[in-house]
């Protein structure tokens, strides 16, 4: 072995060991553990697996996160801010108070659910206990607070008024129950002629142009 080679197999493990302690250790438990979320489910994710795949030793959670569920809460936590933030870029696309950015919203609801399928059955599949964690709380109330001002915008109004609440809760149902239609293969075996644009359009035209009360 030459000297070389001596030295880079003596310092490679120090090395590994110093970038774990200097990075973000807590965040790439988060990533190995969201990684493991998408490819088996929240129902087989392990600690041992997610420290494996992270590349650290199994007490290094334990510096960070009480136990497995807050493993799984950091990762759901993590999906719905990334959701926000995409709703936020795609309705700043569109004029405000347009239609198209109600259409947008919906659009990137049934489309963060195929892309993070897991993720998303993750963050519903805590909703027994979600109201003890604040930051979960105030994250679902950023998004919900979101949609209700631009169903406001929409009416050319500032203000959020019961029919806003209304029709965003209405918007709300529709692609959340369109998402898991699609995540379980539903849709795909329906005899129907489907487009996911255009039924968006149409839900978000419906909703928008009633009066916000029962027929």
Known sequence: MSETSWIMEKTSEP??????????LKQQLIEA?????????????????A????????AAPYKHFKDKSEMLRAVALGGME?????MIAAVAAFEPGSIERIIALGRVYVGFATTEPGVFRLMFGLSEDHDEYEDLVKSGDAMSCMVQQEVALHRN????EAVDIRRAFLLWSFVHGLSF???????SKMDLDFDLESVLAEIAHRVMQGDGTPA
């Open 15 to 24: 090395q590994k060991r110093a970038q774990y302690h200097h990075g973000d």
């Open 181 to 187: 239609l699609l995540l379980d293969g539903k849709v």
């Open 157 to 160: 109004s500032e203000a959020i």
């Open 82 to 86: 990334r959701k926000r933030h995409q």
């Open 51 to 58: 420290c494996r795949r992270a590349g650290v030793s199994t």
């Open 33 to 49: 553990t969201r990684e493991l979320v998408e490819e088996k489910g929240p129902d087989h994710f392990s600690v041992s697996e």
